[in-house]
């Protein structure tokens, strides 16, 4: 963090933390929990959690289903955004991948966050 100054830390952070809603929503929407032994609580040591179809999702939204306090490092918002990017950017089953030009909500959220991921690939 020693390249950026509070201020601009407060500006990204707070811009990550806004892209992060949209995620958030979708895959809420997307789990399923009627099944689930665990009521949709994450737990990385279960096989059972490792071999669920919802567990990358499952596990993202027990991370961060609230939204990020504002001292969350940039670092773990980037990260939580590009887990989010890779997951939404999968069709799901029997869905058609999108076309690079469509408009719709997920797309243009994924080319907005992706964008930004681009311009702040710092991480090592
Ligand atoms: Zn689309």
Known sequence: MSTL???N??????YVATLLDYPRVIIERQVD?????????FDATDTRCSA???GAACCWLNTNR?????DMPLEELLLALHTA??????PSDGEARHPGFCECHT????REARG???THRHRT
Request: proline share 5%; glycine share 12%.
């Open 5 to 7: 100054t509070g201020r």
């Open 9 to 14: 830390t407060r500006t990204l952070t707070g």
């Open 33 to 41: 929990f009627t099944d689930c032994h665990l009521g949709g609580g």
């Open 52 to 54: 669920c179809r919802y």
């Open 66 to 70: 609230m939204a990020p306090s504002p």
């Open 85 to 90: 990017v890779d997951y939404l950017r999968t």
């Open 107 to 110: 797309c243009s959220w994924l």
């Open 116 to 118: 930004f991921l681009r």
